[in-house]
């Protein structure tokens, strides 16, 4: 299957990133030489505009538009093509001045100052006024234009909201999603501590000086916050759409572990799903962790719509925001855009284009850095990888990436973990388990997709749950068909023990909780200190415990392995249980990397993978279809030394042409790209 164009108007592997000339308009002789860097680089795209609007609109209703009409000719003649930005991200001054209401809430009851970026109400209806205004004149100005290839909408959308407008939508959104206050009160279990609401006007957000025992409260204020950014962004996406609705709309999203928005619902009206990834390299003697953590994100992106995406923005080398802003050594950079590629991404744009000379931002490195030089080494590796991209769209561009396997990442589940007080309120650890889950399948080439618990379960060969304490209404069933009709399911620890309002399933043995599927019930979980291990023997090899420990009675399934002390000695901790014509596996305790690296394998036996080989620490298989449904291999090495690998076939170099067989060596950092 040949996937469509991201960007129709320019079907091509997207190089280039965000480009600022607002704060160089001063600097003509700048400008003029940023596009002959810009090409020098092999940039074809640009993303303009994105917190622009103090230059657009310097004052309410006076628009200067010129000097971007002037950049995009300039651009366009110079055959490079623009991501428009809408503006919202970062209001001007004279808004909030003149509306106090724009300015967001914060958790303390605290109306902010103008300062930063995204500190704007959602709901304020001023605010949507004035985007609307703004948009609407950026679009009847450009969005024909034949540079314009994609709109931008606004910039990272995060953040939450406390005010009275947002207070009052909160209570209407509850009003229509309960529909009386019997159920609501049932629903949070709000007669606990004499919290019962007798008026609506009595319910209040999750904030610091009020509510934080109702953890259904906490559930629902988190998913009106995603209603209510997502109708944010559609007012914005309608805006421009009805101007020209043949330009696809995206907006950045940022890596899993943020997640103070469910992305599987703010993706649903973007044309084109784009996140900005800033892996944190180099922290270690591997860099194996920080390439899962981009490599799980790149798959989440790609799940979203089931098809490839942007990598809206990375940083040539260095961010200014960490507590210490590492350099990408030699290689890593090419290594990093190969495994973008390799999980799905038509891109590499960068924050930024040219460095900032001023403010916090400047020490952010850039493609064109304060120098205003081509002799950098940043540079360098930037045109090397601008001739990359070139090289790989003819071979990679349009192709698919198939997956069976799905790793269940569900938002919701998160949100509630953070806030559930116990069984250990020092952390759960709950992406550790997603990662340790991830590993095998990552490294070995088994295209999975991250998706959540409304996802279509029924074109997969293996649906794993690591720590899904909250089950979304209907999952259970969906899941019971899965295993029926021959999946593989994987639980883990805490899993099934609530449902969508945090109200835990009564009973021992019940549907709700899967307990026929997977053929046992839990009786308790021990929570272990920090330091403290219990362990298993599975498959002749002993593993350390650590975290949780459930204790399970079997109604149907077999043990596998049990725990070796504690009071529950003997009991299982490993199971398996054979439910219509699949299997159900579950995991009661934290396991250590090493025994899901070894039970991966066995039940993923027979599953299709990169290539059949045995991978090396640090080595990474990955790979995507062709419409005539060949692969395209990427084995990547974030190993900080040399790793061999011998090839289960004669394959073709991309880059060389050359054939390839049997064993071959790559340096640290370093990568192929085989052809089958």
Same mark, same amino acid.
């Given at each position: 299957m040949k996937d469509t164009a991201l960007t129709p108007k320019f079907?091509?592997?997207?190089?280039?990133?965000? =480009?600022?000339?607002?704060?160089?308009?001063d600097y003509p002789e700048v400008l003029r030489r940023d596009i002959e860097l810009m090409r020098e680089a092999h940039i074809n795209c640009v993303s303009l505009g994105i917190f622009s609007w103090a230059d657009l609109e310097p004052e309410e209703g006076k628009f200067t538009f010129e000097w971007l009409d002037d950049v995009i000719e300039n651009l366009w003649q110079a055959g490079i093509r623009v991501i428009l930005a809408t503006p919202s991200g970062a209001r001007p001054h004279w808004l909030a001045q003149k509306y106090e209401e724009v300015l967001r809430v914060d958790t303390n009851g605290v109306r902010q100052h103008f300062g930063h970026r995204h500190n704007h109400c959602y709901t %304020?209806?001023?605010?949507?006024? =004035? $985007?609307? $205004?703004?948009?609407?004149?950026?679009?009847?100005? =450009?969005a024909s234009h034949p540079a314009v290839i994609l709109w931008h909408i606004s910039n990272e959308f995060g953040g939450?909201?406390?005010?009275?407008?947002?207070?009052?939508?909160?209570?209407?959104?509850?009003?229509?999603?309960?529909?009386?206050?019997?159920?609501?009160?049932?629903?949070?279990?709000?007669?606990?501590?004499?919290?019962?609401?007798?008026?609506? %006007?009595?319910?209040?957000?999750?904030?610091?000086?009020?509510? /934080? %025992?109702?953890h259904g409260l906490s559930l629902?204020?988190?998913?009106?916050?995603?209603?209510?950014?997502?109708?944010?962004?559609?007012?914005? $996406?309608?805006?421009?759409k009805a101007v020209n609705p043949d330009i696809p709309v995206t907006a950045n999203f940022m890596e899993i572990y943020v997640y103070g928005l469910n992305y599987y619902e703010l993706s649903k009206p973007l044309d084109v799903i784009s996140w900005d990834a800033y892996p944190e390299w180099h922290i270690g003697w591997s860099d194996t962790y920080p390439a899962i953590v981009a490599s799980i994100t790149h798959d989440m992106m790609r799940s979203l719509k089931h098809r490839s995406f942007l990598l809206m923005e990375n940083t040539p080398s260095t961010t200014n925001w960490r507590g210490i802003s590492k350099h990408k050594k030699p290689g890593m950079h090419e290594l990093s855009l190969v495994n973008a590629v390799a999980h799905g991404s038509d891109s590499c744009l960068y924050f930024q284009i040219r460095q900032s000379r001023g403010s916090c931002e400047k020490f952010h490195s850039a493609v064109i850095s304060h120098t205003g030089t081509s002799n950098t080494r940043v540079f360098r590796e930037v045109t090397k990888a601008g001739s990359l991209l070139e090289t790989l769209t003819p071979a990679v561009?349009?192709?698919? *990436?198939?997956?069976?396997?799905a790793l269940v990442h569900d938002v919701e589940n998160k949100w509630i973990l953070d806030v559930i007080q116990g069984p250990r309120n020092d952390g759960l650890d709950y992406f550790g388990t997603l990662f340790r889950c991830y590993h095998y399948l990552w490294q070995n080439g088994i295209t999975t997709d991250v998706v959540d618990q409304k996802a279509d379960f029924s074109g997969y060969d293996l649906v794993i749950l690591p720590m899904q304490y909250l089950f979304q209404d209907g999952v259970q069933y969906k899941l019971r068909v899965f295993v029926q009709n021959g999946g593989t399911l994987v639980t883990t620890a805490f899993t099934g023990v609530v449902d969508s309002h945090d109200l835990c399933f009564l009973g021992e043995d019940t549907p709700e909780k899967l307990s026929?599927?997977?053929g046992f019930w839990v009786e308790e979980v021990d929570a272990l200190y920090?330091?403290?291990?219990? %362990?298993?023997?599975?498959?002749?090899?002993?593993?350390?415990?650590?975290?949780?420990?459930?204790?399970?009675?079997?109604? *149907?399934?077999?043990?596998?392995?049990? =725990?070796?002390?504690?009071?529950?000695?003997?009991?299982?901790?490993?199971?398996c249980n054979a439910f219509g014509k699949g299997k159900a596996y579950h995991v009661a305790a934290g396991a250590p990397q090493e025994f899901y690296d070894a039970f991966l394998a066995r039940i993923t036996d027979g599953m299709e993978r990169a290539m059949d080989t045995a991978v090396p620490d640090g080595v990474s298989l990955s790979w995507r279809e062709d419409a005539q449904g060949k692969k395209l291999?990427?084995?990547?090495?974030?190993?900080? /030394?040399?790793?061999?690998?011998?090839?289960?076939?004669?394959?073709?170099d991309l880059l060389t042409g050359e054939a390839v067989s049997g064993d071959i060596c790559l340096g640290a950092f370093g990568y192929r790209i085989l052809q089958a």
């Amino acid at each position: 299957m040949k996937d469509t164009a991201l960007t129709p108007k320019f079907p091509q592997m997207l190089h280039g990133g965000d =480009y600022n000339p607002e704060q160089w308009k001063d600097y003509p002789e700048v400008l003029r030489r940023d596009i002959e860097l810009m090409r020098e680089a092999h940039i074809n795209c640009v993303s303009l505009g994105i917190f622009s609007w103090a230059d657009l609109e310097p004052e309410e209703g006076k628009f200067t538009f010129e000097w971007l009409d002037d950049v995009i000719e300039n651009l366009w003649q110079a055959g490079i093509r623009v991501i428009l930005a809408t503006p919202s991200g970062a209001r001007p001054h004279w808004l909030a001045q003149k509306y106090e209401e724009v300015l967001r809430v914060d958790t303390n009851g605290v109306r902010q100052h103008f300062g930063h970026r995204h500190n704007h109400c959602y709901t %304020s209806p001023i605010y949507r006024k =004035y $985007i609307r $205004i703004i948009d609407q004149k950026l679009a009847e100005r =450009y969005a024909s234009h034949p540079a314009v290839i994609l709109w931008h909408i606004s910039n990272e959308f995060g953040g939450e909201c406390f005010c009275p407008l947002c207070q009052d939508a909160f209570r209407t959104f509850l009003q229509e999603k309960y529909g009386t206050l019997d159920k609501l009160n049932h629903d949070w279990w709000a007669h606990f501590w004499s919290h019962t609401y007798t008026d609506w %006007s009595q319910i209040e957000p999750p904030m610091h000086i009020g509510e /934080g %025992s109702i953890h259904g409260l906490s559930l629902d204020w988190k998913r009106f916050v995603t209603k209510q950014t997502t109708d944010f962004m559609k007012w914005e $996406i309608d805006t421009v759409k009805a101007v020209n609705p043949d330009i696809p709309v995206t907006a950045n999203f940022m890596e899993i572990y943020v997640y103070g928005l469910n992305y599987y619902e703010l993706s649903k009206p973007l044309d084109v799903i784009s996140w900005d990834a800033y892996p944190e390299w180099h922290i270690g003697w591997s860099d194996t962790y920080p390439a899962i953590v981009a490599s799980i994100t790149h798959d989440m992106m790609r799940s979203l719509k089931h098809r490839s995406f942007l990598l809206m923005e990375n940083t040539p080398s260095t961010t200014n925001w960490r507590g210490i802003s590492k350099h990408k050594k030699p290689g890593m950079h090419e290594l990093s855009l190969v495994n973008a590629v390799a999980h799905g991404s038509d891109s590499c744009l960068y924050f930024q284009i040219r460095q900032s000379r001023g403010s916090c931002e400047k020490f952010h490195s850039a493609v064109i850095s304060h120098t205003g030089t081509s002799n950098t080494r940043v540079f360098r590796e930037v045109t090397k990888a601008g001739s990359l991209l070139e090289t790989l769209t003819p071979a990679v561009y349009g192709t698919t *990436s198939p997956a069976k396997a799905a790793l269940v990442h569900d938002v919701e589940n998160k949100w509630i973990l953070d806030v559930i007080q116990g069984p250990r309120n020092d952390g759960l650890d709950y992406f550790g388990t997603l990662f340790r889950c991830y590993h095998y399948l990552w490294q070995n080439g088994i295209t999975t997709d991250v998706v959540d618990q409304k996802a279509d379960f029924s074109g997969y060969d293996l649906v794993i749950l690591p720590m899904q304490y909250l089950f979304q209404d209907g999952v259970q069933y969906k899941l019971r068909v899965f295993v029926q009709n021959g999946g593989t399911l994987v639980t883990t620890a805490f899993t099934g023990v609530v449902d969508s309002h945090d109200l835990c399933f009564l009973g021992e043995d019940t549907p709700e909780k899967l307990s026929d599927v997977l053929g046992f019930w839990v009786e308790e979980v021990d929570a272990l200190y920090d330091g403290e291990k219990n %362990s298993m023997v599975w498959d002749g090899k002993s593993y350390d415990l650590t975290e949780l420990c459930e204790v399970l009675h079997l109604t *149907s399934a077999q043990a596998e392995a049990t =725990y070796t002390s504690d009071y529950y000695q003997g009991m299982p901790v490993v199971t398996c249980n054979a439910f219509g014509k699949g299997k159900a596996y579950h995991v009661a305790a934290g396991a250590p990397q090493e025994f899901y690296d070894a039970f991966l394998a066995r039940i993923t036996d027979g599953m299709e993978r990169a290539m059949d080989t045995a991978v090396p620490d640090g080595v990474s298989l990955s790979w995507r279809e062709d419409a005539q449904g060949k692969k395209l291999i990427f084995v990547q090495n974030f190993a900080n /030394g040399e790793r061999s690998l011998t090839l289960d076939q004669t394959y073709t170099d991309l880059l060389t042409g050359e054939a390839v067989s049997g064993d071959i060596c790559l340096g640290a950092f370093g990568y192929r790209i085989l052809q089958a």
